[in-house]
Nanobody
Framework: QIQLVESGGGLVQAGGSLRLSCAAS????????MGWFRQAPGKEREFVAR????????GYADSMKGRFTISRDNAKNTVYLQMSSLKPEDTAVYYC??????????????????WGQGTQVTVSS
């Protein structure tokens, strides 16, 4: 079992920045690949970014490239999502997810094993 707790969401103006954090417990974090997803009202959950167990490999959805950065601190059991140049269409609940079957998770939500409760990000225009 692994427990994930997101934090850092909030209300920000368009063009602003936020950093989300996801604290993990219950499993050796350095053996756990991580991902971020988001879900806007009335829409399906979509992939945002992923990071390998070591942090050496990352991947992003096309619409997030250049604006979002995923990182991790294995000593703190935490994964981060730095978001900049935020747009109103980035408004969603953001979820972190854990993949325990390998060094890097996929880009679909069904490939992840554990989920946090989500944190709301609202970008005003």
């Amino acid at each position: 079992q692994i427990q994930l707790v997101e934090s850092g969401g909030g209300l920000v103006q368009a063009g602003g920045s936020l950093r989300l954090s996801c604290a993990a417990s219950g499993r050796t974090f350095s053996n756990t690949a991580m991902g971020w997803f988001r879900q806007a009202p009335g829409k399906e959950r979509e992939f945002v970014a992923r990071i390998s167990t070591s942090g050496m490999s990352t991947g992003y959805a096309d619409s997030m490239k250049g604006r979002f950065t995923i990182s991790r601190d294995n000593a703190k059991n935490t994964v981060y999502l730095q978001m900049s140049s935020l747009k109103p269409e980035d408004t969603a609940v953001y979820y972190c997810a854990a993949f325990v079957k390998g060094y890097l998770g996929g880009v679909t939500s069904d490939s992840y094993d554990y989920w946090g409760q989500g944190t709301q990000v609202t970008v005003s225009s």
